[in-house]
């Protein structure tokens, strides 16, 4: 099974062909683009360099979110548009998860994050299973960093933690201040997000048959936008 995997869900643009034995193929970017711009290049250099012509895909895979709207968007539009002309499932996957992929093995809890202003931040706790994959210990959600470390330190005790994520450097301090030596932050080549694990992660929801229609995938931002919520906020005066 041949699967074309993409992230545009923040900073970094990511796109892979893999199947169930290897990646065919893989292109990552993280300068400041707009990803509108790039994303079709990208993937039809990646396909190109694989020569594997769209209709040899059988599955299309996408990181959902949370992160930029403006970059869930695209990337959920992209694979939806894809999933539907090539009449094949698509799988919407978590952002976070996968960019604590990148730590699959490790044995302690896993805390990838983005920034999302204001104190706050992206995040979940993960657990590596099996050397296979990555899975919730608590869920994704949205909240201030400083109420966050709290609650996951409650739920871990004193075991390590390792931060991931490309917004690390904004919030590491904090992280340190009120973790210690609890904090583990990996090399920053494990911060960034990788196409290749979204498809890793898809080709086991396809084995188990868990691939949706184009029309049933929806991006998953965990929060509204700020115009949508000051909309919102006038409706209820």
């Given at each position: 099974m041949r699967v074309l995997a993409i992230d545009t869900s923040n900073l970094v643009l990511s796109v892979a062909v893999m199947d169930e034995t290897r990646v065919l193929g893989e292109w990552t970017s993280n300068q400041n683009k707009n990803h509108s711009i790039t994303?079709?290049?990208?993937?039809?250099?990646?396909?190109?360099?694989?020569?594997?012509?769209?209709?040899?895909?059988?599955?299309?895979?996408?990181?959902?979110?949370?992160?930029?709207?403006?970059?869930?968007?695209?990337?959920?539009?992209?694979?939806?548009?894809?999933?539907?002309?090539?009449?094949?499932?698509?799988v919407g996957l978590s952002s976070l998860q996968a960019v604590a992929m990148n730590a699959l093995g490790y044995s302690g809890g896993i805390v990838p994050l983005f920034d999302a202003r204001r104190g706050q931040v992206y995040t979940g706790l993960y657990r590596s299973e099996q050397v296979v994959t990555v899975k919730n210990e608590l869920p994704d959600r949205i909240m201030l960093l400083t109420d966050w470390l709290m609650e996951v330190k409650e739920a871990v005790g004193d075991e390590s933690l390792l931060f991931m994520g490309e917004d690390l450097h904004i919030h590491q301090a904090v992280i340190q201040e009120t973790l210690g030596?609890?904090?583990?932050?990996?090399?920053?080549?494990?911060?960034?997000?990788?196409?290749?694990?979204?498809?890793?992660?898809?080709?086991?929801?396809?084995?188990?048959?868990?691939?949706?229609d184009a029309h049933e995938l929806v991006p998953d931002y965990l929060q509204v936008a700020e115009a949508e919520a000051k909309w919102l906020a006038k409706q209820e005066k």
């Open positions: 994303l079709m290049d990208g993937i039809s250099m990646v396909l190109n360099q694989c020569k594997v012509e769209p209709e040899e895909l059988d599955g299309i895979a996408v990181a959902k979110g949370p992160g930029s709207y403006t970059g869930v968007r695209i990337g959920v539009a992209t694979a939806k548009s894809m999933a539907w002309a090539l009449q094949v499932p698509v030596n609890q904090a583990i932050f990996p090399a920053p080549t494990l911060y960034h997000p990788r196409a290749a694990q979204i498809g890793w992660l898809a080709l086991q929801e396809f084995k188990q048959g868990k691939g949706t």
